[in-house]
């Protein structure tokens, strides 16, 4: 059935539920589901001249790193085999992308996550994700 599950965080609550939820299934599927944990930094796009901020990078890598923390503690708390990543770049495409690359048999996310304040202008990630990823997505609410 599922071997490997990718779970996108960005921090927010529901984020976190799923990766709950994708705990409780992949330890009542089999032992041999293994997870992936992912957090992807939006590209940021700059409207003025470039005067990049070599830190700013560090620090979105760092802030990734922080926001997937939380999901690594519950993670160790299980015995599934699980590895973490910090991407940039447009979310759903990573996802999907990721997804596809690492043969993820199932994505679990969120239905909205951090960033809801742009959702009605640019419609939400966890739609984009289940028209273009190759597996099935579960979307927790």
């Given at each position: 059935?599922?071997?490997?599950?990718?779970?996108?965080?960005?921090?927010?609550?529901?984020?976190?539920?799923?990766?709950?939820?994708?705990?409780?299934?992949?330890?009542?599927?089999?032992?041999?589901?293994?997870?992936?944990?992912?957090?992807?930094?939006?590209?940021?796009?700059?409207?003025?001249?470039?005067?990049?901020?070599?830190?700013?990078?560090e620090s979105l890598e760092e802030e990734g790193r922080d926001i997937l923390q939380p999901a690594i503690?519950?993670?160790?708390?299980?015995?599934?085999?699980?590895?973490?990543?910090?991407?940039?770049?447009?979310?759903?495409?990573?996802?999907?992308?990721?997804?596809?690359?690492?043969?993820?048999?199932?994505?679990?996310?969120?239905?909205?996550?951090?960033?809801?304040?742009?959702?009605?202008?640019?419609g939400s990630v966890s739609h984009k994700v289940i028209q273009h990823a190759h597996c099935p997505v579960?979307?927790?609410?």
């Open positions: 059935m599922f071997t490997h599950i990718l779970v996108p965080v960005d921090g927010s609550e529901q984020a976190y539920r799923a990766l709950d939820y994708a705990i409780t299934l992949a330890e009542s599927v089999s032992s041999d589901v293994k997870l992936t944990v992912l957090h992807v930094n939006p590209t940021l796009t700059l409207n003025e001249p470039p005067i990049v901020d070599i830190h700013l990078y503690e519950r993670m160790k708390a299980t015995q599934i085999p699980f590895k973490t990543e910090v991407k940039s770049g447009d979310p759903a495409n990573v996802i999907s992308h990721l997804a596809d690359f690492d043969q993820h048999d199932l994505i679990v996310m969120g239905c909205r996550g951090a960033g809801l304040m742009s959702e009605p202008l640019l579960m979307v927790i609410k």
